[in-house]
Structure formats: C-alpha cells, structure tokens
C-alpha cells in the first residue's frame, strides 16, 4: 500500500515556464512533508519542506504548497531552468519520528 | 565537502557471497537509516539506528545486517545476495528523532548481483 504517491512518472517543461510537481498522500498521521532532488548517480538531495501548520512555503525559485483537506502536495519551479532537469521525490514523515516515507517520483526533463 | 560518505560507489559481488557496504557521517547525527532503492520506485526503508539502538522494518529480508559501531559509522551486511538485491542502496542521517528534520544522503552504493 503505497502511501505516498507521485503519479506522473515524468514531465517535460520548456526552460523559463513553470514546473509543477505533484504529490498525494493517504496518512494522516503524516505532518511534515519534503521534496528530494536527485541527479543520476547521486544521492538524494533536500529542497524544500512544509509542515502541516502552514500551506505554502517558499525558498527563491521554489515553492511547495500543502491543501491538508485533499492530501496533496505539489511542487512548483518558476522559473524552470535546464539544471533543474532530474527526479524529484515527495516524502512524508509522521509523529513516529524522521522515518520518511518516499513517493516513485517524478523525472523532470527541462529543455532550453 | 561530502557529508554522508557512501563506499563503494559501486559494487559487484557473486550470488551468494557476503558483501558489506559502508557509510560514513561528518554530521554527528543521532540517526542513520539506509533505504534500499530498486529502479524507477521509490527508496525503501531498511532499517535505522537511532543512536545504538536499531530498529528493523517489517519487511526487511533476514538477509539484511547492520551494525553501527560508533557515531560515525555504519555498515549493511548481505549475508547472501540474490539476484533480486541488486539495486541502489542509500545511507541517510538525520539529528532528530521525533518531529521533523531532513535527512541527509549520501550518493549511494550501486550493487550489482552477478
């Protein structure tokens, strides 16, 4: 049973137009939620982070948005940029402690 | 400077031959996790260490070891890989147990099982 879900495998974006990434989960225990980037060959890197106190969070081109009531979460880029070009992970973690629990991701290809 | 310090990068081992992968953290973080990650899904929870004390998922294989000797370090023992363990495997650190925090990655052993 997944928990954590990515449904769109991949996503091509032209450079400088928005990127939007999705994300539902099913827990509702979950209340802190993180979004990875991954380049092939490395390791997960963090990016951004929401608790489910707040909706929006923002850090410059980045901007994650939480709606509690549907369980989703999505990811936004603007403006996209080719370097941005790599998988993304949704992740969630509960009260249970740091244990985060990962979505399939998402492949974003920008192109310039 | 690199962090979380995964080795090998890659590794290949026999079906069957025990393998012992490393990770190393810089960070003096409380918990380390390593996640198994099979191509196009999602990583997966193995186990965790929460300073010495470990914690075992459910569905962790048998087959599965680990041991984290200090702070500092820890290892994932295979006792006998199989064709199906091939995959990315990814070690992680975080300071915090409760509540929320990120995790720390390292850039992840490639195993492959020949």
Known sequence: ?112 | DAMVIQNPRYQVTQFGKPVTLSCSQTLNHNVMYWYQQKSSQAPKLLFHYYDKDFNNEADTPDNFQSRRPNTSFCFLDIRSPGLGDAAMYLCATSRRWTGSGEAFFGQGTRLTVV
């Open chain 1, 1 to 112: 049973d997944q928990q954590v879900k990515q449904n769109s495998p991949s996503l091509s974006v032209q450079e400088g137009r928005i990127s939007i990434l999705n994300c539902d989960y099913t827990n509702s225990m979950f209340d802190y939620f993180l979004w990875y980037k991954k380049y092939p060959a490395e390791g997960p890197t963090f990016l951004i982070s929401i608790s489910s106190i707040k909706d929006k969070n923002e850090d410059g081109r980045f901007t994650v948005f939480l709606n509690k009531s549907a369980k989703h979460l999505s990811l936004h880029i603007v403006p996209s940029q080719p370097g941005d070009s790599a998988v993304y992970f949704c992740a969630a973690s509960g009260n249970a402690g740091n244990m985060l629990t990962f979505g399939g991701g998402t492949r974003l290809m920008v192109k310039p």
